[in-house]
């Protein structure tokens, strides 16, 4: 391919197309007049929190501006103040601090600002003095543990309280409930792949087990703004499917209003201002809002829009605040009325659009990929295609596993598409979006198994149709993702991949065991089917590390310094075995990155890298 006909993307491209606004959390305010919400990307800005008005009548503001990153965390039950989680390096060592509205340049720290454990949630008491959250540390000796204890902060006097620790780590965040008399917490302790709702009171006299649908099934939960109930989610007992209903705090009693296996219900809640439930069901990895009745389950789809409306809050008039995304366009926060919204109608809140001069036509729309695994599982996928003759072909393997890769804007894939490649973004089994049972295929085998050849065969479908060709296919990805670059140039047919950009990936599945984040092993413990002491071989041959020997593509390896999840051992534990196998590599190290790429220029440099090292490697295949 001559340079003429070559795509080209340069450098104030790439910075654009990653300056595109994201909008992660979204939050209404208890009494329905602000609207919160976590923004990255915003013209080269780092994560910031930022608010507005939910009649539209005044442009957003950053809280703490030009301070460190921020993420939102919670409202206060007032809609005063806002609690927002801090970081500076990286390292998810995070503080949290509060945020006045009518202050919104002063952060107050309310926790650590140099913590040694990780802390989740983070909910302010009515009383405005009593701080509840999440932390993996043992408050009489000060050490970082395994399971994520409920600590209760007074604001005024700074003395904490351990109120209850579960046996295990796992993800969970407390949740006060909105009158402040008791705490809403999970555990899994009885079977890694489980989880149970558990309440305890503010003062932690009481700490009981509520909801339990099965050691090893696994239950979510969330308050009602009455404070007296909670909606819960929760597998069905041949895990088929997601119940929806209501708990009760007074009688204890658990009401299921939804049983439905052809509704994927991944998340539920009853937003600020609301009487119906709103809970998210996912469907060929595309997220859409239905509206379930409290008492009597009846059901309704607000909207038929083909974007992602994600219903954050109820006003008056049937008017709603929801988050709009698409693959074109900037995530943006819109005010919209039902019962029959028009796309031309809704109001933006978040004013993507005027902060940065970006139009849907900047952006490829991806299509809906499909193909079949080895086992006959039907996999999903987004291809994007660039305008002019493609280059070669750039896999992009989301993270989780649990998570998916909705119709939302990817400014990787743009990115990479902009340069002249296809671009496959595959959600392969365990993914989310698409069903329980297909969130739950990745545990049959573990991880390295057939969500593996769930790629491959991915990247096998493009040949067969003429896509991609052999020698002009790369692999990349973040995380899980990154693991699976390294499985990919480890595992696959030496014709299938021609050059690999692992981001932050394991290459050694017992190290990543005995050295990430405590709170996080309990996941690997779940999806391995054991820890590495239970199932050594199985641990032993899903790590890349020791397949070295196979490489025959080119390797790229990006690496933040400061990442506590997949920490730089990864990286320094496979140097010298590349080394023996005389493996051609270059490295990328982060000094000020995480678990992930955080600032514009790492990103520009990373995606800058990336894109001259594939059009280099499938240079050199091309011309073997």
């Known amino acids: 391919m001559s340079q003429k006909q070559r795509a080209f993307i340069d450098r104030s491209t790439i910075e654009h197309l990653f300056s595109v606004p994201r909008i992660s959390e979204a939050a209404v305010s208890p009494d329905t007049r602000w609207v919160a919400w976590s923004w990255d990307g915003l013209g080269g800005e780092g994560m910031g929190v930022y608010v507005a008005p939910t009649d539209g009548t005044r442009p957003p503001r950053r809280l703490g501006e030009g301070a460190v990153t921020c993420e939102l965390a919670?409202?206060?039950?007032?809609?005063?103040?806002?609690?927002?989680?801090?970081?500076?390096?990286?390292?998810?060592?995070?503080?949290?601090?509060?945020?006045?509205?009518?202050?919104?340049?002063?952060?107050?720290?309310?926790?650590?600002?140099?913590?040694?454990?990780?802390?989740?949630?983070?909910?302010?008491?009515?009383?405005?003095?009593?701080?509840?959250?999440?932390?993996?540390?043992?408050?009489?000796?000060?050490?970082?543990?395994?399971?994520?204890?409920?600590?209760?902060?007074?604001?005024?006097?700074?003395?904490?309280?351990?109120?209850?620790?579960?046996?295990?780590?796992?993800?969970?965040?407390?949740?006060?409930?909105?009158?402040?008399?008791h705490i809403l917490y999970f555990r899994n302790d009885l079977d890694p792949a489980g989880v149970q709702a558990w309440l305890v009171d503010v003062d932690g006299r009481e700490d009981i087990e509520i909801i339990n649908v099965g050691d090893a099934l696994s239950v979510q939960a969330d308050w009602f703004p009455d404070g007296q109930r909670l909606v819960v989610v929760a597998e069905s007992a041949a895990r088929s499917h997601r119940r929806l209903g209501v708990?009760?705090?007074?009688?204890?009693?658990?009401?299921w209003l939804v049983d439905d296996r052809s509704l994927n219900i991944e998340h539920a809640s009853v937003p600020p201002g609301s009487t119906s439930i709103v809970a998210l069901v996912g469907e060929d990895a595309r997220t859409r809002s239905i509206l379930v009745d409290p008492k009597s389950g009846e059901i309704r789809e607000p909207t038929s829009d083909p974007r992602e409306l994600i219903l954050l809050g109820a006003l008056d008039a049937g008017h709603w605040?929801?988050?709009?995304?698409?693959?074109?366009?900037?995530?943006?926060?819109?005010?919209?009325?039902?019962?029959?919204?028009?796309?031309?109608?809704?109001?933006?809140?978040?004013?993507?659009?005027?902060?940065?001069?970006?139009?849907?036509?900047?952006?490829?729309?991806?299509?809906?990929?499909?193909?079949?695994?080895?086992?006959?599982?039907?996999?999903?996928?987004?291809?994007?295609?660039?305008?002019?003759?493609?280059?070669?072909?750039?896999v992009c393997v989301h993270g989780g596993p649990t998570w998916h890769c909705g119709n939302t804007y990817d400014p990787e894939a743009q990115c990479y598409c902009r340069a002249g490649f296809n671009v496959l973004v595959p959600n392969y089994r365990g993914s989310t979006g698409f069903s329980l049972a297909?969130?739950?295929?990745?545990?049959?085998?573990?991880?390295?198994?057939?969500?593996?050849?769930?790629?491959?065969?991915?990247?096998?479908?493009?040949?067969?149709?003429?896509?991609?060709?052999?020698?002009?296919?790369?692999?990349?990805?973040?995380?899980?993702?990154?693991?699976?670059?390294?499985?990919?140039?480890?595992?696959?047919?030496?014709?299938?991949?021609?050059?690999?950009?692992?981001?932050?990936?394991?290459?050694?599945?017992?190290?990543?065991?005995?050295?990430?984040?405590?709170?996080?092993?309990?996941?690997?413990?779940?999806?391995?089917?054991?820890?590495?002491?239970?199932?050594?071989?199985?641990?032993?041959?899903?790590?890349?590390?020791?397949?070295?020997?196979?490489?025959?593509?080119?390797?790229?390896?990006?690496?933040?310094?400061?990442?506590?999840?997949?920490?730089?051992?990864?990286?320094?534990?496979?140097?010298?075995?590349?080394?023996?196998?005389?493996?051609?590599?270059?490295?990328?190290?982060l000094e000020e990155e995480g678990h992930g790429i955080t600032k514009l220029a790492n990103q520009v440099l990373v995606m800058t890298r990336a894109i001259d090292f594939f059009r280099k490697a499938f240079g050199e295949a091309s011309n073997a």
């Open 321 to 394: 605040i929801a988050r709009c995304n698409d693959s074109t366009s900037p995530s943006d926060l819109v005010r919209l009325s039902f019962p029959t919204p028009c796309a031309t109608s809704y109001r933006s809140l978040a004013g993507a659009w005027m902060k940065k001069h970006h139009t849907p036509s900047d952006g490829v729309r991806p299509v809906d990929h499909r193909w079949t695994s080895i086992d006959g599982l039907e996999i999903q996928g987004w291809l994007y295609e660039p305008r002019s003759k493609a280059q070669g072909t750039i």
């Open 247 to 255: 708990w009760e705090l007074n009688s204890s009693r658990l009401t």
């Open 74 to 181: 919670s409202w206060s039950p007032d809609s005063r103040s806002i609690l927002v989680v801090c970081e500076t390096d990286g390292d998810e060592r995070s503080w949290l601090c509060r945020v006045h509205i009518t202050e919104p340049e002063k952060l107050e720290a309310l926790t650590e600002t140099t913590p040694n454990y990780f802390l989740r949630g983070g909910s302010l008491h009515p009383d405005g003095r009593t701080l509840v959250y999440g932390a993996n540390v043992d408050l009489e000796t000060g050490r970082e543990i395994e399971p994520t204890c409920v600590i209760r902060k007074d604001l005024v006097t700074g003395a904490r309280q351990e109120l209850t620790r579960p046996e295990r780590g796992g993800a969970s965040v407390p949740r006060l409930s909105p009158t402040g008399s």
């Open 438 to 589: 297909y969130e739950e295929a990745i545990r049959a085998g573990g991880w390295g198994s057939l969500e593996q050849e769930d790629i491959r065969t991915g990247i096998a479908s493009l040949i067969e149709r003429g896509i991609a060709e052999h020698g002009r296919i790369g692999i990349t990805g973040l995380s899980f993702g990154g693991y699976s670059a390294w499985f990919a140039i480890t595992h696959f047919p030496p014709d299938t991949v021609a050059a690999a950009v692992p981001i932050c990936g394991m290459t050694d599945l017992v190290l990543d065991y005995e050295r990430t984040r405590p709170d996080l092993r309990p996941l690997t413990d779940r999806m391995m089917g054991g820890r590495p002491d239970q199932v050594p071989d199985r641990y032993r041959e899903r790590s890349p590390c020791c397949f070295i020997d196979r490489i025959r593509g080119r390797l790229l390896v990006v690496q933040g310094m400061r990442d506590p999840n997949v920490p730089p051992e990864h990286v320094h534990v496979v140097r010298p075995l590349l080394d023996e196998a005389s493996v051609e590599y270059d490295i990328l190290w």
